[in-house]
Structure formats: C-alpha cells, structure tokens
C-alpha cells in the first residue's frame, strides 16, 4: 500500500498539536507505521527541501525546520499521499480551508505546522531520508 512521509514542524510541536494531528489521519483511517521525535540538522534540512534550494525563502525556511524539534510520521493507506495534503491543506493560508490542519490552526506560509510528500516518488525520497532504517511493516 502507498506510504508517504508527514512532518509535524516546531511551531506545530511547540503548539501542542500532535495528537490532533494524529487524530485527523487516525480517523480517516490512515495506519501509522513510524513515528519519532527528531532535532534537524541543517544538511538534513537542505536535503529535505532540495527542490526549493533556489527560492529566496530556503535560508529562512531550513532555519525554522532546525529551530526545533520536528515529529517525523509514516502514514500508510490507500492515496495517502493525496489525501494526506488534503487532510494538511493549501501552502497559501488564504487558500487553506478551514476543516483543513492549515486552515484551522495557522495564518503564515512560513510558519505552517505540518509538512506532506506532493507525491508518491517524493514520498518514497523523502520516508528513505527520514526513515533509513524503515518503519514498521
Ligand atoms: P511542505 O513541502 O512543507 O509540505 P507545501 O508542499 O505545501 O509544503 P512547498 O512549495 O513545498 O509547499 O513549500 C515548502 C515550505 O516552504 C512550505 O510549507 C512553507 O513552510 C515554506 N514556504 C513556501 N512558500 C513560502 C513563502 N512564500 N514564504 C515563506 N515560506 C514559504
Ligand atoms: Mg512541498
């Protein structure tokens, strides 16, 4: 079955939201197969966000993922990497619906709580960087 990799992010731990966040995927049904709490180092970070390397925002944005420990989320279940991001909601917090984890809980793009894969090839780079030595089967 489809995995992808779900990040919730220091504003996110800071904030008390773990277990709601839990919960959301829990609910729809979703199988949590890893979970750890991690302190980033910068490389990890950069590699993480790699594609974004050439955006004015990377320094800032590999700054607020090390600021912090991040929880670090296997999630498992049929389209869970689609309905994952529709369960965390739209990058842009005007377009971010409420009933959304975006849209219910935060107001700035640079400091949006939870991180999911955008599809099944960077859910497979991304569970291989965070995970390496696998997650539950
Ligand atoms: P993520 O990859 O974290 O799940 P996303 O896929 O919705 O988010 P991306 O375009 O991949 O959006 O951007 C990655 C992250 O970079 C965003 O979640 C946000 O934290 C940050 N970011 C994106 N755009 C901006 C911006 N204009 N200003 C500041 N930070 C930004
Ligand atoms: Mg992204």
């Known amino acids: 079955t489809e995995r992808t990799y779900i990040m919730i992010k220091p504003d996110g731990v800071q904030r008390g939201l773990i277990g709601t966040i839990i919960q959301r995927f829990e609910q729809r049904g979703f ?9 980033v180092e910068k490389s990890h970070a950069e590699a993480h966000y790699a594609d974004l390397s ?13 600021s912090a420990p991040v929880c670090a989320m296997c999630w498992e279940g049929k389209d869970v990497v689609k309905t994952g ?15 959304t984890i975006r849209g219910d809980f935060c107001i700035d793009v640079g400091r949006n ?11 497979q780079k991304e569970l291989a960087l965070w995970f390496p030595d696998g997650v539950c089967e």
Do not use: Q, W
């Not at 199988?31 to 302190?39: E, N, P, V």
């Not at 991180?115 to 099944?120: F, L, N, R, T």
């Open 54 to 66: 050439s955006k004015p925002f990377f320094g800032g944005l590999v700054e607020y993922i090390c």
């Open 85 to 99: 991001r529709k369960i965390i909601g739209a990058t842009n917090p005007l377009a971010s619906e409420p009933g």
């Open 31 to 39: 199988i949590l197969r890893g979970l750890k709490m991690m302190s």
């Open 113 to 123: 709580i939870i991180h999911g894969s955008d599809a099944v090839e960077s859910a």
